[in-house]
């Protein structure tokens, strides 16, 4: 199975200030069709996942423009340009490129 | 959009057997793979099964192959996950998402305890 690692898997921030999320897969997520199956999901205390990103850098309707993906091959990135207070809650990134899908630990973001 | 949702909560006892639901609205449910996701309490999220539009393909995690069974039938735009021989492992919040995860359920709890 392809492994995602996060880190860090506790993020402090300060209201305003820019977070970043690091994904690393196993494997090469590049998929036989040519695209990189690599989401970002967010969930909120008490909620269930949401999709903030697909294919590394498409940002699902809806999401503010602050949350942008990065990366290719087995890195990527999940950037916050300046977090707000409904940000917090823990984010996966997840591959669905190789049977089976699998997620990162969850990285959990939180207000200084 | 309407996201899928599931039914009820859930107890069994170890070994036993439960059918949970998803009935979808909002979406044309025939046109989408789907599948069902679970979290352990306080855990992270583990893609269990998927199913794609005609229910002819079907995948499962290791954990759960020969003893969960996934369906669907798009006349009830419904999904349906058959699990037996549960253990205590398989207890966790239960989601049907969309694809590749676009949307998701609110879950359903099950819990496998004597």
């Known amino acids: 199975d392809v492994v995602m690692t996060q880190s860090p898997l506790s993020l402090p921030v300060t209201l305003g200030q820019p977070a970043s999320i690091s994904c690393r897969s196993s494997?090469?997520?590049?998929?036989?069709?040519?695209?990189?199956?690599l989401n970002w999901f967010q969930q909120r205390p008490g909620q269930s996942p949401r999709r903030l990103i697909y294919k590394v850098t498409n940002r699902d309707s809806g999401v503010p423009d602050r949350f942008s993906g990065s990366g290719s091959g087995t890195d990527f990135t999940l950037k916050i340009s300046r977090v707000e207070a409904e940000d917090v809650g823990v984010y996966y990134c997840m591959q669905a490129t190789h049977w089976p899908w699998t997620f990162g630990q969850g990285t959990k973001v939180e207000i200084k | 959009e309407v996201q899928p949702v599931e039914s009820g909560e859930n107890l069994v006892q170890p070994g036993g057997s439960l059918r949970l639901s998803c009935v979808a609205s909002?979406?044309?449910?025939?046109?989408?793979?789907m599948g069902w996701i679970r979290q352990a309490p306080g855990k992270g999220l583990e893609w269990v099964a998927s199913?794609?539009?005609?229910?002819?393909?079907?995948n499962y995690v290791d954990s759960v192959k020969g003893r969960f069974t996934i369906s669907r039938d798009n006349a009830k735009n419904s999904l349906y996950l058959q699990m037996s021989s549960l253990r205590d492992e398989d207890t966790a919040v239960y989601y049907c998402a969309r694809k590749r995860g676009e949307t998701w359920g609110q879950g359903t709890l099950v819990t496998v305890s004597s």
């Open positions: 494997q090469s997520l590049v998929h036989s069709d040519g695209n990189t199956y």
């Open positions: 199913i794609k539009q005609d229910g002819s393909e079907k």
């Open positions: 909002g979406f044309t449910f025939s046109n989408f793979w």
